[in-house]
């Protein structure tokens, strides 16, 4: 079967590895699948000339109902949507985005939602079809680069210092843009640095919103024990939380935290805004540490540097937890049973 996959594709976000890792499951399964960015099209007129294209497409797949979604409306072959989190939480706030995202709910054969909260959210902002959402948690897998150089990154990030070894380093892995919030903490976490010096916060994450990414540039530039860091690869990426102290998350609102499954997973402690799509992955004092203001989120992580044992808790939990709800091998079985319902 020839399957049509939209999603927003920014290069080095979550959005983008869950769709690659998907794509690679449909195949895998024998299907051909074709990636595409749902940026490239204007309209769903623009899709359905897509579609007639031979070989004509059989099937189709989106995520995210708004961004994505919308473009499958009118389109003669069945398809399938997973929820990319923004549109459950935040777009169904607008009217106008509510009543497309629910016309497409009603279209689509299923729904996929990462967590049981998405799930009971979008029965109760848009259509109670239960039976046609899925609940399955993103599967995780991690991959360290051998050839990467902590103190060269470091450096590379403005980090100026002789104490490499006892820097407790918190690095931030967002996308620059609104949802991720990422100058909430800079503020408050400066004020903590100057109070010692070894407490640093560096962000990391690709420049999806210009006007935010200079925001943030110029705010990092003069504020004391805040760095930006330039995006890298995943495994690069994967290298760097492995050796930092905790990996944080700040976002306004979230699906489900790639990045935060991938610390986890690490076993890297993570201290994360307490909002539903975090606190869905994220239970406090168990698997991480939840915090609702940036003065909470210095004293959750005076916590972890004081108390040795609460750190080996939660990153022992999360292990665990990660290895028992997100692995990949129940994702690849969710996804390829679905798709096989779109024949």
Not at 150 to 160: K, P
Not at 302 to 331: A, F, I, T
Request: hydrophobic share 40%; proline share 3%; net charge negative.
């Amino acid at each position: 079967m020839k399957l049509l996959f939209l999603a927003c594709l920014n290069p080095k976000t979550g959005n983008h590895t869950t769709a690659e890792r998907i794509r690679s499951y449909i195949e895998s399964a024998g299907h051909t699948c074709e990636l595409r960015d749902a940026r490239e099209f204007q309209s769903p007129a623009d899709v359905v000339n897509l579609v007639s294209e031979h070989p004509k497409f059989e099937a189709a797949l989106a995520i995210h109902l708004f961004k994505a979604g919308r473009l499958l409306m009118d389109i003669e072959i069945p398809f399938g949507v997973i929820f990319g989190g923004t549109d459950i939480n935040e777009d169904v706030k607008v009217e106008q985005k509510r009543v497309v995202m629910e016309q497409v709910l009603l279209k689509a054969r299923f729904a996929v939602a990462f967590t049981d909260k998405l799930k009971e959210e979008a029965e109760l902002f848009l259509v109670s079809q239960s039976s046609k959402i899925y609940v399955q948690p993103q599967g995780i897998q991690t991959d360290v680069t051998e050839k990467f150089c902590w103190t060269e990154f470091l450096r590379s990030s403005g980090v100026r210092t002789e104490h490499v070894d006892e820097l407790r380093v918190f690095l931030l892995v967002c996308g620059l843009r609104r949802v991720k919030d990422p100058l909430y903490l800079v503020e408050v976490f400066s004020k903590w640095h100057c109070e010692n010096l070894l407490n640093v916060l560096v962000i990391i994450g690709p420049k999806i919103d210009p006007v935010l990414s200079a925001e943030v540039e110029t705010v990092v530039k003069r504020t004391a024990g805040v760095f930006l860091a330039q995006e890298r690869c995943q495994q690069e990426l994967h290298a760097a939380m492995k050796r930092c102290f905790a990996v944080v998350n700040s976002s306004v609102s979230e699906g489900m935290s790639a990045a935060i499954l991938e610390a986890i997973d690490l076993g890297v402690p993570v201290l994360a805004r307490n909002i539903p799509g975090n606190a869905a992955v994220v239970q406090h004092e168990v698997t991480g540490l939840l915090y609702s203001s940036p003065q909470e989120f210095v004293h959750q992580s005076q916590r972890l540097l004081s108390d040795h044992e609460l750190r080996e808790r939660v990153v022992r939990n999360g292990k665990l937890y990660v290895e028992e709800r997100h692995g990949v091998k129940q994702e690849r079985e969710t996804y390829q049973r679905l798709v096989d319902t779109l024949h």
